[in-house]
Structures are given as structure tokens and as C-alpha cells.
């Protein structure tokens, strides 16, 4: 009987075990199928693009033209090319291409063929202006989450902003007329920021690169973006006279420091949002070009981005980059940096001079700044209860009371964070930096002004008209 006993317990456990791993093949099938179905839809987009980019090239554009002349073409061309070239693209089931203006879009919509994690969501691609030469980048975003947009596309909650590729196009353009109406074979070069910082630097040095998507969080915010800063330290050994090329994302703060026998003759600061420069002398010269002041292009340092960082350093300073180093927590170091290394900085250059006194602190913090200058205070339950009363009031909705039902039953509630919400009791500025799990909840009550600046993904709850606004799915978007 023992052995009877013991044989049946063994039998046991290997269904059971025979089970958790025939469970645990399906759950790992599932995401393996969903991760090649989403390769497999932006696989067919790039295609398309692709596709797009070669047939506009050779029906509409002229290689001979400069970049700024291909643009307008392409915005006078706008309909046909719609009409002839992006109508005609391979369709695909949840997928439509349309081209507006200088713009292709795919947008991908909710459909059986179409995953989860890529419906409702869109891509964009612009071409880029280069001084001088061809278009010859098509730069994508997407509101994408970062797990699933391209390595090569930028973030963008919405569609990018044309007006300042359209403005550098025409401006240039029409420069371009005016030379040729007056029959002249001379062209002047154009001056910019970009020659500018060119002339500014010795006939000899080497080019390093350095940065990330970004670096440490700060609680200061240096544009408008609604992102708070965030701070890298590069730190400098080489013994020739070098520029840094410092690309991120993210609006970043670079704090720089060198060795002694160090000669930095010059720094390109470069991402998508504002980049600053601090630790410099003044005699150096800095360039700093980002997606709103984009005269000499812009990018950041990735692990897939070498080849277009490469690109911007050739544009503006016309020689290869030696190196890029990834920044790893918001520090990197170029050349035989040690622990022993002794490091020098100036305070010419300092945190005082890249960041507004007068806006507020981003993040958790300015959220506490703003409650002890008296500006919020914490919500409690009276006043989740009187939003509540307010919206359905609003909407003449009678909720009766739910018995047995948790504190938060009831129309308006399913979105409001108890833990993070605050009541608003004057005038105010949002800090930056409210995103993901730094968001928080606004009540705004009558005869108080809603608040100023970029939610991100907050939201704010108006008690007069029982109106709320912000990333909550139920909300207006701002």
C-alpha cells in the first residue's frame, strides 16, 4: 500500500506540473504572437513609406533641387500626391495612409487585424530641410507607447507641428527666386547659427558624442514643453582639442567637467525639447538646436542613432564623429576618466542661468511647493463628493445610493486618484513634469480660475460646471 500511496502522489504532481507548463507555453505563445503581429503592422507602414518616399521622388521631386525647394514642391503638389501616390499605397485592414500638406500619416484604427497596443495610435512622417542638399530623411513620430514605436521615431502625443518646416522652406525658397531673378551665378552663403558656431572654432579637432533618451530627473523645468529637466554629467579626458555633439530626448541640463590637459573648443547641444549647457567657460562657443529651433537639424544619442548623429555632425562641422558614448544614469565620461582624475568646471555657465526663477518647480515637488504657498491643499472626501453632486447635476443624473458598493460608486468616479488629488484655491501655473506616476487630480472650485500650463497626464475637475478636462477617458482634451 505505501508504495501504491506513493506512486499516486507522483502521478499527481506531474499533471499538475504537466499543466503549469502547458499554461505557461500558451501565455508565452500569446505575447510571442502578439509582439510578431505588431512587428508584422509596422513592418508593412515602413514598406509603404518606403514606397511612398521612392514614388514622390520620382514623379514630383527634381535631385538637383535643395531640400528647401523639394518641400515646397511637395506642398504644392499636396492633392495630387494624395490622389496618385498615398490613395494607392498596399492597403492593409485598420491601416490608412494620407497625405496632407508635407505630412504621410498612417493611422492605425480599431480593427480585428490591428493589436492592441498599436490601435488608435498614429505615425507620422516630415522630411527634413538640409542646407543645401536633397531631402534625404523622413523623420517619423508617433503617440506610440515606447515598448512598441519604432527605435527611429520620436514621441509625439500629437501630430507634429509643420509651420516652422514650412517657414524655413519659404524663406528660402523665395531667397532662392530673388537670386535667380538677378541672374547672378553667385551665391552668397547663408548665415545662420550653425555657420556662425563653425567660425568660431579651430582648423584641427576631434568630434565626440554623448547623451541619452535622458538622464536624472531634476525639479526644474527650462521650456515650455510641460516635461521637466532632467541632468546629465559628462565629464572630459582627451589630448586634442575636441567638440561635443550632447543629444537627449528629454529637456536636459548638461552639467560639463574636464581634465586639466582638456581643450573643449566647442559644444552641439542637440534633442527634441530644450537643451542647456553649464559648467563652460563663456568663451566657448555653444550651439544648442532642438525640434523649435531646428536651423542645423536636430537628434539624440541612442544605441540605434549613431548613423543620424553622425549625420548632424557632418552638417554642421563637416567631419565624422570619432566615437558616442551612452550615458548610463545621467553621466558619461569621454576619454580615461578615473576616479583619481582631478576635474575642472566654471561657473560662468551655471544652473542660474538656464533656469525661469519665476516658473514654478516641476514634478512631485512643485506640487508640494504649491501647497505650501497656499496655492493647493489635499482634496479629502467632501470634496470628491462635491464633484460628484456637481457633475450630475450637470447632467440631471440621479444616482441612488449603492449598498454593499465601494466609497467611490457612482457616475464620475471610476478615475479620480484618492491618494494624489488636490483642491485648487487660487491662481496658478501646473509644474511641469505631471506624467505617468507623478500625475495628479484637480479640483477646481467656483469662482477659482483654472489653473495655467501643460496637465501632461493630470486631470482637472471643474466643481461649477461638473466639466473635467485631461488625459482621464471620460475628459475634454486640453
Request: a neutral charge.
Amino acid at each position: 500500500m505505501p508504495n501504491h500511496h506513493r506512486t499516486f502522489k507522483s502521478g499527481v504532481m506531474a499533471g499538475v506540473l504537466g499543466s503549469c507548463s502547458f499554461i505557461g507555453l500558451g501565455f508565452a505563445g500569446t505575447l510571442g504572437f502578439e509582439k510578431y503581429q505588431n512587428h508584422q503592422v509596422l513592418k508593412h507602414i515602413e514598406q509603404q513609406k518606403q514606397q511612398f518616399v521612392s514614388q514622390v521622388n520620382q514623379l514630383y521631386l527634381s535631385p538637383t533641387q535643395e531640400s528647401s525647394q523639394q518641400v515646397m514642391q511637395l506642398l504644392r503638389q499636396s492633392s495630387q500626391i494624395q490622389r496618385e501616390v498615398a490613395a494607392n499605397l498596399e492597403t492593409k485592414d485598420g491601416i490608412v495612409f494620407r497625405f496632407d500638406q508635407v505630412q504621410l500619416s498612417a493611422e492605425l484604427q480599431n480593427h480585428d487585424s490591428i493589436p492592441a497596443s498599436l490601435a488608435g495610435h498614429h505615425l507620422y512622417f516630415q522630411p527634413q530641410i538640409n542646407a543645401g542638399q536633397p531631402i534625404t530623411t523622413w523623420q517619423c513620430f508617433s503617440d506610440l507607447a515606447d515598448k512598441v514605436r519604432p527605435k527611429d521615431c520620436l514621441y509625439r502625443q500629437e501630430a507634429p507641428d509643420r509651420s516652422d518646416l514650412l517657414r524655413t522652406a519659404l524663406l528660402s525658397s523665395a531667397a532662392a527666386q530673388r537670386q535667380q531673378r538677378q541672374n547672378s551665378t553667385y551665391t552668397p552663403p547663408i548665415q545662420n547659427d550653425c555657420t556662425k558656431f563653425k567660425t568660431q572654432l579651430p582648423a584641427q579637432f576631434d568630434v565626440f558624442a554623448t547623451g541619452a533618451y535622458s538622464g536624472k530627473e531634476t525639479n526644474y523645468q527650462i521650456d515650455d514643453s510641460g516635461h521637466q529637466a532632467t541632468e546629465m554629467d559628462i565629464q572630459v579626458q582627451h589630448n586634442r582639442p575636441v567638440v561635443l555633439i550632447l543629444g537627449a530626448y528629454e529637456p536636459t541640463i548638461w552639467k560639463i567637467k574636464w581634465e586639466s590637459n582638456t581643450k573643449i573648443v566647442g559644444v552641439i547641444a542637440t534633442g527634441y525639447h530644450a537643451q542647456r549647457v553649464i559648467g563652460l567657460p563663456k568663451s566657448i562657443p555653444v550651439l544648442e538646436s532642438s525640434y523649435k529651433n531646428a536651423q542645423c537639424g536636430y537628434s539624440y544619442v541612442s544605441d540605434d542613432n549613431a548613423a543620424e548623429m553622425n549625420q548632424l555632425s557632418q552638417r554642421i562641422l563637416q567631419r565624422d564623429i570619432q566615437a558616442v558614448v551612452i550615458a548610463q544614469n545621467g553621466r558619461a565620461n569621454i576619454g580615461n576618466v578615473s576616479a583619481d582624475t582631478q576635474l575642472s568646471s566654471s561657473q560662468e555657465r551655471s544652473i542660474k542661468d538656464v533656469i525661469d526663477p519665476n516658473a514654478p518647480l516641476a514634478g512631485p515637488a512643485g506640487i508640494q511647493d504649491a501647497v505650501s504657498k497656499g496655492l493647493l491643499r489635499p482634496a479629502t472626501r467632501a470634496d470628491i463628493d462635491a464633484w460628484k453632486a456637481s457633475y450630475n447635476k450637470a447632467r440631471n443624473i440621479h444616482t441612488p445610493p449603492v449598498v454593499g458598493g465601494s466609497p467611490s460608486s457612482g457616475t464620475g468616479m471610476d478615475y479620480v486618484h484618492f491618494d494624489s488629488a488636490y483642491v485648487v484655491l487660487r491662481e496658478m501655473t501646473i509644474p511641469a513634469g505631471l506624467y505617468g506616476a507623478h500625475s495628479v487630480t484637480f479640483f477646481v472650485p467656483q469662482g477659482v480660475p483654472r489653473p495655467k500650463g501643460n496637465p501632461g497626464h493630470s486631470t482637472i475637475y471643474e466643481m461649477k460646471s461638473g466639466n473635467c478636462y485631461g488625459s482621464s477617458p471620460d475628459c475634454s482634451r486640453l
